[in-house]
């Protein structure tokens, strides 16, 4: 592919409505996916995703919006996760599993139980960048910026909450309250980042460039920083990459995360010796 035609790319609707959801996603993975990374509950997003999966099963069969199934089952089991891992008296990673399993059985369920042909299956499990279009990069927008509000009110109780919850609230931090609201955000953006990505592939945007990023940043901020830098950069190479070898474009992006995660690795250890 000539760089004549990777410059004619950027002529396409398509192709600017997938490049601005991209880096729109990418902003919104870096700081939620920041705040997942940093309480090391990676699998958390993982387990939200395939619990909406649920969602989308039950809207297809009573005929609703199955993108409002999902939003609800992600923030239900985001809730849900939280107060059995405090009040239920289990294991974080126990809950997750329970309800990430749950998920996937009822929409497996539920699809297996609607009449006719789902059409857009194929598009929740593995995305579908390229048929973006103006009214989800509104929606990702405005939550995109709903959630860096919170971030900058709330940016050092998020901070103290997600290293060391004990520590905060003996400093009288509302723990409970920025958790819950933490949950809600981290679902929201999983489900929105769902259309892009896919159920198969989301959990890779928020833990890939996070980790990226923790090579070279070490505060909270630095890692957000670097979350976008690398995210953004990751989905444009991929874009690029799937219009010049007719792959799939989240798969692309996340191969491109990967390798820029291998070479910063690499460039990481060879700065340490």
Do not use: C
Request: net charge positive.
């Amino acid at each position: 592919m000539t760089m004549q035609n990777i410059i004619s790319l950027f002529e396409y609707q398509f192709f600017q409505n997938a490049l601005m959801a991209a880096i729109l996603t990418s902003a919104l993975a870096a700081l939620v996916g920041t705040y997942i990374v940093s309480r090391k509950v990676v699998f958390i997003s993982g387990g939200i995703t395939h619990a909406s999966f649920g969602g989308i099963g039950m809207a297809y069969f009573f005929g609703l919006n199955p993108f409002l199934g999902a939003v609800v089952f992600a923030i239900g089991a985001s809730l849900g996760i939280e107060w059995i891992s405090t009040k239920g008296k289990m294991r974080e990673d126990s809950a997750i599993a329970i309800l990430w399993s749950l998920g996937m059985a009822l929409g497996i369920i539920f699809v297996f139980l609607t009449p006719g042909y789902t059409p857009n299956l194929m598009s929740f499990l593995f995305g579908s960048i390229l048929s973006v279009g103006k009214a989800d990069i509104v929606v990702l927008a405005v939550v995109l910026v709903v959630t860096s509000l919170f971030f900058i009110i709330f940016y050092r109780p998020v901070v103290d909450t997600a290293f060391d919850p004990e520590f905060a609230r003996t400093r009288g931090i509302p723990v409970t309250f920025i958790r819950n609201s933490m949950a809600i955000l981290v679902a929201v953006a999983i489900v929105l980042s769902i259309r892009v990505m896919g159920i198969i592939l989301v959990l890779s945007i928020f833990t890939i460039p996070q980790n990226t990023a923790l090579l070279f940043y070490g505060k909270f901020s630095g890692i957000i920083k670097g979350s976008v830098l690398f995210g953004i950069s990751g989905s444009i190479l991929g874009l690029i990459a799937a219009s010049a070898f007719d792959i799939p474009g989240s798969a692309a992006i996340i191969f491109m995360l990967t390798l820029q995660f291998l070479i910063s690795k690499g460039v990481a250890l060879i700065q340490k010796r």
